[in-house]
């Protein structure tokens, strides 16, 4: 582990728990609009690839309906408006859904930077980050192919970013990705729902 990935997951570590106690009442509201708005429980678990292929559960406040079909990215949906809740639409425009990752962040899942992470069952995607060498750091909240087409972007266009980030990889890219992402949020860029385009992937 370089000297930058030591400093930078003790970052990780100190941000998140910094993020999770300022939020807190952020997360309560979230919590209780998703509750109230839908069946269901709060938060949606689903198992991604981090490190090194390794599985791990990632958090997120539910945005979509139980009888949604499970693990599948919601752009490959035919037509995933129908799923989504009645709040779930802003939750995922303005990244909210996301907030519970900062765990994931704590727990050393995650990091605030870096690739996101495929879904266990994104086969395509996850061997072409194994052989682009993707793997080898920790997947983050926001990184630089999502400041750079998010959902909009085909999968080799996609790892290529993924590629440029690791072989990137320091406190400038990371700077760059989170300032990138801030304006991303602002103006939804990116965010694709369902095959035919609209919004954000699960």
């Not at 909210?96 to 086969?123: C, F, K, T």
């Not at 061997?127 to 682009?132: K, M, N, S, V």
């Not at 997947?139 to 080799?156: C, F, K, M, S, V």
Request: hydrophobic share 45%.
């Amino acid at each position: 582990m370089s000297a930058y990935a030591r400093i930078k997951r003790a970052l990780d570590a100190a941000l998140s728990l910094l993020l999770m106690a300022a939020l807190s009442p952020v997360f309560l509201l979230v919590a209780l609009a998703v509750k109230l708005t839908s069946k269901g429980p709060v938060l949606f678990l689903q198992k991604r690839v981090g490190r090194g292929g390794r599985l791990f559960t990632i958090l997120k406040f539910r945005t979509m309906r139980l009888d949604t079909p499970r693990d599948t990215a919601t752009h490959l949906l035919n037509d995933p408006e129908r799923f989504i809740t009645p709040i779930g639409a802003f939750l995922r425009k303005s990244s909210l859904d996301e907030l519970p990752q900062l765990w994931n962040v704590l727990r050393g899942d995650m990091s605030l930077i870096g690739p996101r992470p495929a879904l266990y069952n994104q086969y395509d995607l996850i061997e072409a980050r194994e052989i682009a060498g993707v793997n080898a750091v920790r997947p983050g909240l926001t990184g630089w192919a999502q400041i750079n087409g998010r959902d909009e972007l085909p999968i080799p266009v996609k790892v290529r970013y993924d590629e440029e980030y690791v072989k990137n990889f320091g406190f400038r890219m990371d700077v760059r990705c989170f300032f990138g992402s801030i304006a991303c949020v602002l103006n939804g860029a990116g965010v694709r729902e369902g095959r035919a385009g609209g919004k954000k992937s699960a």
